[in-house]
């Protein structure tokens, strides 16, 4: 790790709380930690008023099946991928833009008490990923840089938390685009950390194949939880913006944008599954399923392409996705995928606005693929009342919907 930017003045202190392996690394860094005099009264995002009420009425109108139920969890300014503290809820959410927040349900009533910036001393670019440790550490990936919060939860009140820097570039200067920059994160099976690297074009030249397979940028990478040991896991990726892993197994699954611009109805959106390291899922060969990209269809395809397990219906941008290893859910939803659709830019008819759900077979492979929640698109006018963006697991077993267009997040239970 490389030399650490900030800390809270009680740090120190709260390592006992850390187990030893994780504690001997961190302790490296904490010597460095200073406070900045950022001001200790964070504003925080007002959660009541019009705003509130009318996020309520959006939630009335979200379809689901019998039994479940749809409610405002909390306003959260452009909400997108969020992670859930092992300890006792803290909600921890990133946007596209220079702010992160925590989000914080004091009272238990499944309704946020309190919504502020997280860490706002810290310079941020596009904190999106966010991703938590069994044993409570908080990874945030922005557009071009990994941090590590050795005790998020403990410092979240505070403008100085403590924080390394693991990873102090991901990608080369020259490859950083806001096109397709918003990174995702997962803790493996193995205690490795994963990051989903989109590529900048709708599909790229040539010439930056071999560069970017290198870096993995259109790929996913993998490294330890230190950010040493850097290696790329899988390529042949467009934009994925959402991956977890089967609890049952411990098998990488992730979603994929596919190219715009080839039809209303084509190519499809993705749903892979990555069983083991090496694996090339086509692009830009592919532009989504089997469909052959314009710019690449006079190109041998590589002989070992995987193919999706899940097409997803095109251009309705799937973006973060959960298995549900809760038991708040009937059984029936249980061990299965939910994925957050996002819904289309770019086709003649509005398409997306919804959670998708996908049951396994027995042997670990895609089953059935089914509309679970939806509304958040008006089919009559076309017009997004929400965008889902990503899907969390809440520690009561309730699914959380984040969702950057309304700057929400909804909570979605059962038999309550």
């Known amino acids: 790790m490389g030399k650490s930017r900030l800390c809270a003045a009680t740090a120190l202190a709260l390592l006992c709380s850390i187990p030893a392996q994780a504690a001997d690394d961190a302790l490296d860094k904490l010597g460095g930690f200073r406070t900045t005099g950022t001001s200790l009264d964070i504003p925080q995002v007002e959660q009541s008023g019009k705003k509130a009420e009318n996020l309520k009425s959006i939630a009335q109108k979200i379809k689901v099946p019998d039994g479940f139920k749809v409610e405002l969890y909390a306003i959260v300014p452009d909400a997108r991928h969020m992670a859930v503290g092992t300890n006792v809820g803290v909600v921890f959410v990133g946007t596209r833009k220079s702010k992160a927040y925590a989000v914080t349900d004091r009272d238990g009533d499944h309704v946020a008490d309190e919504v502020k910036e997280f860490a706002p001393s810290l310079r941020k670019s596009v904190p999106n990923g966010m991703c938590f440790t069994k044993d409570g ?94 290696e790329v896991f899988a390529r042949g990726i467009r934009n994925s913006v959402g991956l977890d892993f089967n609890p049952a197994n411990g098998e990488l699954w992730f979603t994929d944008n596919q190219v715009d611009g080839m039809g209303d109805d084509i190519p499809p959106g993705e749903l892979n599954r990555a069983p083991k390291p090496g694996m090339n899922f086509g692009f830009p060969w592919y532009g989504g399923g089997k469909i052959r990209t314009v710019e690449y269809k006079d190109d041998e395809p ?100 984040s969702d950057d267009l309304s700057g929400a997040i909804w909570r979605i239970s059962y038999g309550e």
């Not at 908080?138 to 990873?167: M, Q």
């Not at 509309?371 to 009342?385: I, M, N």
Request: proline share 7%.
């Open 137 to 230: 550490f908080l990874y945030v990936i922005e557009h071009n840089r990994a941090l590590l919060f050795p005790a998020a939860e403990f410092f979240y009140e505070s403008p100085d938390v403590a924080v390394a820097v693991i990873a102090e570039q991901l990608i080369p200067k020259e490859d950083e685009s806001f096109n397709h920059g918003a990174r995702t994160c997962a803790i493996g099976p193995d205690n490795k950390l994963y990051i989903t690297l989109g590529q900048p074009f709708n599909v790229p030249p040539k010439e930056k194949l071999k560069g970017f397979a290198e870096a993995g940028i259109g790929g996913i990478i993998r490294m330890d939880r230190d950010g040493k040991n850097r």
């Open 302 to 401: 590589p002989a070992d392409v995987t193919f999706p397990e899940v097409e997803y219906a095109a251009h309705a941008a799937d973006l973060g996705m959960r298995f549900y290893a809760a038991e708040q859910f009937p059984e029936k939803w249980r061990g299965g995928i939910f994925a957050a659709e996002h819904g289309s830019w770019n086709r003649t008819k509005p398409i997306g606005g919804r959670i998708m759900f996908t049951s396994l077979k027995p042997d670990g492979t895609a089953d059935k693929t089914e509309v679970f929640a939806e509304g958040w698109l008006d089919p009559k006018t076309g017009r997004y009342l929400g965008r889902p963006v990503d899907v969390a697991i809440a520690l009561d077993g309730s699914m959380l919907v």
